[in-house]
């Protein structure tokens, strides 16, 4: 395979929404699921997010467990996994806590259309892979990051890199994690945004697990392709 393995990881409400209509992270899973996420994170050769949720949660993308960083320095490896964002526009800010916190590899991923100058300035923060024109190239990405090595590939959002993936055909399995509220609202994400498949296009997944983690289910889908 020409590319890493690449799963997703998300955490939903019961009606499929990852947050409230403002954007606004909601607690949907409890410490159990945040110890399994922490678990995906640290196995991960690298961890990769859309602009969309920088913006939106400025997360850090930070292996948490002391215990967890230090089995991966006793590895060889960094305490953190390449963290990656995907930014076609080179819209982070250069404040932004990827910067700041834990060590490692950080990789912005830009199309060829992003400003010269702010490219400069990632430049110094980060590597910058220029791919694409006026979007960033996912398949080239994934390509590029095989050839640096990377095995794995988590990735945690949002929406619109959701789609951006499963609709090229670039994920091999999804995690859920459905929790025990509702959100509701028409303009708040769902696990997939974007374009949405037709008829002729939907995407199959089959099931492989199921586990109730406390008030929640998790789920564990192969992603099949196409139905039709």
Do not use: H
């Amino acid at each position: 395979m020409d590319r890493p393995f690449i799963f997703i990881n998300s955490a939903m409400s019961a009606d499929g929404k990852l947050s409230t209509k403002e954007r606004k992270q909601v607690k949907i899973s409890g410490k159990l699921d945040f110890e399994r996420v922490d678990e995906l994170r640290a196995q991960a050769d690298a961890i990769m997010v859309g602009i969309g949720t920088v913006l939106a949660d400025d997360p850090s993308l930070t292996v948490k467990s002391p215990e967890r960083k230090a089995a991966r320095k006793i590895a060889g490896k960094n305490e953190n996994p390449v963290r990656i964002i995907v930014d076609s526009a080179a819209r982070i800010p250069l404040d932004a806590d990827i910067f700041k916190k834990g060590e490692g590899l950080r990789i912005i991923a830009v199309s060829n259309s992003a400003p010269a100058e702010k490219i400069k300035s990632l430049g110094e923060k980060a590597l910058v892979i220029k791919t694409g024109d006026l979007k960033v190239d996912l398949g080239g990405l994934v390509a590029k990051l095989k050839e640096m090595g990377i095995n794995t590939l988590m990735v945690e959002g949002g929406a619109t890199l959701n789609w951006g993936m499963l609709s090229v055909g670039l994920v091999d399995e999804v995690y859920t994690f459905v929790g025990n509220l509702i959100i509701g609202g028409k303009t708040a994400p769902t696990f997939v945004d974007g374009e949405g498949f037709t008829e002729a296009e939907l995407s199959g997944l089959e099931l492989l697990s199921a586990e109730k983690i406390e008030e929640g289910i998790l789920l564990r889908w192969k992603v099949k392709g196409k139905i039709n």
